[in-house]
């Protein structure tokens, strides 16, 4: 699990956490890769004795996306429009189908690994559309190709989120109580750190950007629950090895230029003002919402959730993945009623992967 070194340092901390004595402290992070850590490593059994509990938000952007987002793609691809899009998007359910069911049907859909895979994708095919999905980590790399100049047959079908936004919606929300935030690592790599000061000052929350190793995680709960027991509420920075104060601003000026924020649903809540990134009008010939409007007019209306699927209460952190009544029965990997079971990014996902039957 830990490396000798790592082991004793991790014994520490939770000795130290111990000694705090906490009782019912709650914490939420919101990123992917965080959650898959803290399972697969078994942190959240450390944390029991602690007094701390760990529930994930909404940090999977695969998870995020609505429905009547992959709906639009679907749409799209049976209308004879290449799609291309990231693995994890193509078995996400929707009462129409997946994109995957769509493929199987005959549409071209096309999985690529990166926005730079399909630029040289618009190459091979008449009518291209990428679907970018993703938050602060993944937009600047759709910014970079827009910027670089897009082949006339390649569109840009944005569902990338910014995440503060989301934070906020939380706590206006007030659904959970939240009493310290891990802040994801690699948002913060863009962002930097002033974007979630707003919420230690409005709301009396510790929060600390964190790595993704064992150790960081651990570490990182360490410094949120010491702020609580100081009585402190204040923006942490574990991940300095990576991330500075000022983030990365090139990044953030490529996201400026081609990018303006939108109000928009989030699976799992309401419309959340200015949460999510359309390409600007100087763009529109590659907007795929403007490129392809006529088609996109005719997508059905759907509903957000499928059966009895709650994944938009597990973005939220409401409940857990094995609190769903679908969780391992109607819904598993091979048969996933929603997104949090399709992403390895998902809690639900990564709940049934590292079960302990």
Same mark, same amino acid.
């Given at each position: 699990?830990?490396r000798?070194r790592?082991?004793a340092t991790?014994?520490?901390v939770?000795q130290?956490?111990?000694s705090?004595?906490?009782?019912d402290?709650?914490?939420?992070h919101v ?9 697969k490593?078994?942190i959240?059994?450390?944390l029991?004795?602690?007094?701390i509990?760990?529930?994930q938000?909404?940090?999977?952007? &695969?998870?995020?996306t609505t429905?009547?987002?992959v709906v639009e793609?679907?749409t ?5 429009v290449t799609?291309?899009v990231?693995?994890?998007?193509l078995?996400?359910p ?6 995957a ?7 071209d859909v096309r &999985?690529v690994?990166?926005s730079?895979?399909a630029v ?5 095919v008449?009518?291209l559309?990428f679907?970018a999905?993703g938050?602060e980590t993944?937009?600047?790399?759709t ?16 569902c ?5 936004p989301a934070?906020?919606a939380?706590?206006?929300m007030?659904?959970v109580?939240i009493d310290g ?6 948002v913060a790599?863009?962002?930097?750190l002033e ?8 709301f009396?929350?510790?929060?600390v950007?964190?790595?993704?190793e064992p ?7 360490y ?6 027991v100081?009585?402190?509420?204040e923006?942490?920075?574990e991940?300095?090895?990576?991330v500075?104060?000022?983030g990365?601003?090139?990044a953030?000026?490529?996201?400026d ?10 699976r799992?809540?309401p ?6 990134l359309?390409?600007?009008p100087?763009w529109?010939d590659?907007?795929?919402?403007r490129?392809?409007?006529?088609v996109?007019?005719k ?14 209460? &597990?973005?939220r952190?409401?409940?857990?993945s094995?609190e769903c009544p679908a969780?391992?029965?109607?819904c598993n ?5 929603g997104p949090c079971?399709?992403?390895r990014?998902?809690s ?5 992967r590292y079960r302990?039957?």
């Amino acid at each position: 699990m830990f490396r000798f070194r790592e082991e004793a340092t991790a014994k520490k901390v939770l000795q130290s956490l111990e000694s705090m004595k906490l009782h019912d402290l709650n914490i939420m992070h919101v990123c992917g890769t965080h959650q898959d850590t803290l399972v697969k490593f078994g942190i959240e059994e450390m944390l029991k004795r602690t007094g701390i509990h760990i529930r994930q938000g909404p940090g999977c952007p &695969v998870c995020v996306t609505t429905t009547k987002e992959v709906v639009e793609a679907i749409t799209l691809a049976k209308a004879g429009v290449t799609i291309a899009v990231f693995g994890d998007m193509l078995t996400v359910p929707t009462p129409i189908g997946s994109l995957a069911d769509a493929k199987a049907e005959g549409a071209d859909v096309r &999985v690529v690994y990166s926005s730079s895979d399909a630029v040289k994708l618009a190459k091979d095919v008449d009518r291209l559309v990428f679907m970018a999905i993703g938050f602060e980590t993944t937009s600047p790399t759709t910014a970079a190709i827009v910027l670089d100049g897009l082949p006339d047959n390649l569109s840009v079908l944005s569902c990338h989120r910014i995440l503060p936004p989301a934070l906020d919606a939380l706590f206006h929300m007030g659904e959970v109580r939240i009493d310290g935030l891990i802040q994801p690592g690699h948002v913060a790599v863009i962002l930097g750190l002033e974007p979630f000061y707003r919420f230690s000052e409005a709301f009396h929350v510790p929060q600390v950007v964190a790595g993704f190793e064992p150790l960081d995680l651990l570490v990182t709960i360490y410094m949120i629950a010491k702020q609580h027991v100081d009585g402190r509420a204040e923006v942490e920075n574990e991940y300095s090895r990576v991330v500075r104060t000022e983030g990365n601003p090139v990044a953030r000026r490529m996201l400026d230029d081609v990018f303006y924020p939108v109000d928009r649903n989030w699976r799992g809540f309401p419309v959340i003002p200015k949460s999510a990134l359309e390409l600007k009008p100087k763009w529109d010939d590659h907007n795929a919402r403007r490129v392809y409007e006529d088609v996109l007019a005719k997508a059905p209306v759907v509903k957000e959730e499928m059966g009895n699927c709650r994944c938009g209460e &597990v973005l939220r952190g409401i409940i857990e993945s094995k609190e769903c009544p679908a969780f391992g029965k109607a819904c598993n990997p091979k048969r996933p009623m929603g997104p949090c079971m399709v992403s390895r990014e998902g809690s639900c996902n990564i709940s049934y992967r590292y079960r302990q039957d």
